[in-house]
């Protein structure tokens, strides 16, 4: 169990570096890992590491002006949370800005 939690945490640190450097792409994959590592961590930990991979994730396609793919995270989050008010404010930001065309 602590092995996970020390994975989860290295993976989610490496997304979180090179979302900083603009690389959004990279990120994806790095929390991708950390999702798969979420997925075998206990309780209400693990749903809570679900949750931030999600919103995350959904974040990273967003800057990526991949908006499906943004609000399938929202609604995965959603799925495991659906009072998460951050989820629901991103949903709605990407569906603004997919029918606003990409524009911020």
Known sequence: HLL???RYAHWTARAERLSKLGDHTGALGEYREA???AGH???EE???ARA??????AHEFLALGRFEEALS??????????????AVLLR????IMKERGGGG
């Open 92 to 95: 709605a930001k990407v569906l």
């Open 73 to 86: 995270a929202c609604d995965l989050l959603l799925r495991e949370d659906e009072d998460d008010m951050q």
């Open 4 to 6: 996970r939690q020390v």
């Open 52 to 57: 931030h991979c999600f919103l995350r994730r």
């Open 41 to 43: 961590l206990p309780g």
């Open 46 to 48: 693990g749903a809570e």
């Open 35 to 37: 999702l798969l590592l």
